[in-house]
């Protein structure tokens, strides 16, 4: 494919923002749905000595989530990235750039993304590059705004449907390794909303990189976001591909350690999502779609307040399963039902265990 000019990737963050706010349903039911939590009447735990903190890559973060991976670029993404770098620096959460390529390509665009560390000078901020960047360039990203981590994009789905897509897909595991080889901060793996299969993860820790990001499906759809971009809408009766958050969370942990620490996104809708995502083995929850359209409905200080609730409501969740620390959380007994718990067994997750794992 011919590579796409300035003002054409420019226009496609742009559609992109749009699309993602125009498609995004709040608290459209996900497999989230089908976990629930076995309730224990004497938790036994006090809201006040509830530790809501987690580490990632070997750095404590003080929240168990953060906001993941949108955009830059162009002026209506710089600005929105500034808004959520100072909501997430308030509430002292970590933050992820969008796809940095377009920086990479045309230097003038790098403000779009420098705006993210200029608003948050002490957050945790990871850059974000696709599997196709140089390691040059990789470390590009991550000079760029300073990060803390380097986030690498897997969106094959995404690609093929994309009008001016890549369609050559062949080197992406030596470009993770080459990437992972050359920066010297960690280096996390992500999908972009299809999910992480445990055969992924497994060829990922091959490639040696220091984390997943399962960001599995039901939430944004990226194949629902470039079929409305096409003008033929030809592969809309691929929506709904990729294995859901909670499945992949299932499948990578199989009720063992898995063999990287794993963080998870991809239709996480609200507080009890995030916990879920951390009772089913997450270190840390990632959220792109509901923020962006807290941010888009409520302005920079919504953002920061829904940040805030959030960590509070963690919190009092965290008190009702009675998990003094995020750790604890994996010994809280969940019970997976329906579709989720069919398809998690075909992947052979043990789920009579998870729901009795307490005792
Ligand atoms: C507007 C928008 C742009 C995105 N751009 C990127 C990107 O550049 N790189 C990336 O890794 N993920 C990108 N994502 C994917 C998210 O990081 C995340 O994996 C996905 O949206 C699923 O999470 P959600 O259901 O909470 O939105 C983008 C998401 C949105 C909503």
Redesign the pocket.
């Known amino acids: 494919m011919s590579r796409p000019t300035r003002r054409e990737h420019a226009s496609r963050k742009d559609e992109?923002?749009e699309l993602?706010?125009r498609l995004?349903r709040t608290d459209r039911p996900n497999a989230f749905d089908d976990v629930s939590f076995v309730h224990h009447a004497l938790p036994a735990a006090s809201t006040r000595e509830v530790d809501v903190s987690t580490s990632v890559c070997g750095s404590p973060w003080p929240v168990p989530f953060y906001v993941?991976?949108?955009?830059g670029g162009t002026p209506a993404t710089a600005r929105v990235n500034a808004d959520l770098a100072r909501g997430a620096a308030a509430a002292g959460v970590a933050i992820?750039c969008?796809?940095q390529h377009v920086a990479l390509r045309d230097p003038g665009c790098a403000d779009g993304f420098e705006v993210i560390r200029r608003e948050a000078p002490h957050a945790f901020v990871l850059a974000?590059v696709g599997p196709t960047v140089s390691p040059e360039q990789a470390v590009r990203a991550v000079e760029m705004i300073g990060a803390d981590a380097l986030?690498v994009?897997l969106?094959a789905a995404q690609e093929l449907v994309m009008p001016e897509g890549d369609r050559d897909l062949r080197h992406w595991s030596r470009g993770v390794a080459d990437i992972a080889a050359a920066v010297d901060v960690p280096v996390v793996v992500?999908?972009?909303?299809f999910g992480l299969s445990r055969r992924t993860v497994e060829t990922l820790a091959g490639c040696g990189v220091d984390a997943v990001?399962v960001?599995g499906a039901?939430?944004?759809d990226?194949i629902a976001i470039e079929n409305a971009r096409r003008p033929d809408q030809d592969y809309s009766y691929l929506s709904g591909w990729g294995q859901p958050t909670a499945l992949c969370l299932l499948e990578a942990l199989g009720g063992e350690d898995p063999r990287l620490p794993v963080l998870a996104?991809?239709?996480?809708r609200n507080p009890l999502d995030v916990v879920r995502c951390l009772a089913l083995g997450a270190c840390a929850v990632?959220?792109?779609?509901?923020?962006?359209r807290t941010l888009s409905g409520r302005g920079a200080h919504g953002l920061e307040q829904e940040l805030r609730t959030w960590t509070e409501h963690v919190r009092t969740l965290m008190t009702l399963l009675g998990a003094p620390d995020v750790r604890a959380l994996r010994r809280t007994d969940v019970l997976v039902m329906g579709r989720t718990a069919e398809q998690a067994r075909l992947l052979g997750a043990d789920l009579d265990r998870l729901a009795r794992r307490s005792g």
Not at 190 to 193: A, F, N, R
Request: charged share 10%; hydrophobic share 35%; net charge negative.
């Open positions: 992109h923002l993602a706010l995004h993941n991976a949108m955009t992820a969008g796809s974000n986030q994009h969106n992500k999908e972009v909303g990001d960001a039901g939430g944004t990226f996104s991809g239709g996480v990632g959220v792109s779609g509901h923020f962006l």
